[in-house]
């Protein structure tokens, strides 16, 4: 990933809202701190669980257009869970 860096000597995601999916069935939203050996670090964390019904799709529009219902205030999604990382502003309506 090459851009502009929000806070130098951080990752290039760090301060975005980002949409982790994962492996599972579980997705969360939430802002990006930092990725490390044990995962990546979230901030103001919501989840969606296709498990549990729904649409992830709706959930995400709801959480692009209205914000993220925060379930979490610090949430670490471990490295093996994580399937891949997108910006949510990158979401298209």
């Known amino acids: 990933m090459t851009g ?3 806070h130098p000597g951080h ?3 760090h301060g975005i809202t980002v949409i982790v999916e994962t492996v599972g ?3 969360y939203v ?3 701190d930092s990725q490390d050996d044990a ?3 979230l901030n ?3 989840v969606f669980d296709s498990a ?3 649409s992830k799709a709706d959930y995400l529009q709801r959480s692009a257009r209205f914000g993220i219902r925060a379930e979490h205030k ?4 471990p490295s093996q869970d994580v399937a891949t990382i997108t910006r949510l502003a990158e979401l298209h309506p």
């Open 25 to 27: 069935t579980r997705v």
């Open 30 to 32: 939430g802002r990006f």
């Open 4 to 6: 502009h860096v929000f």
């Open 52 to 54: 549990t019904g729904g």
């Open 44 to 46: 103001d964390v919501g």
């Open 39 to 41: 995962g990546v670090h």
């Open 11 to 13: 990752h290039e995601l």
């Open 74 to 77: 610090h949430l670490l999604v």
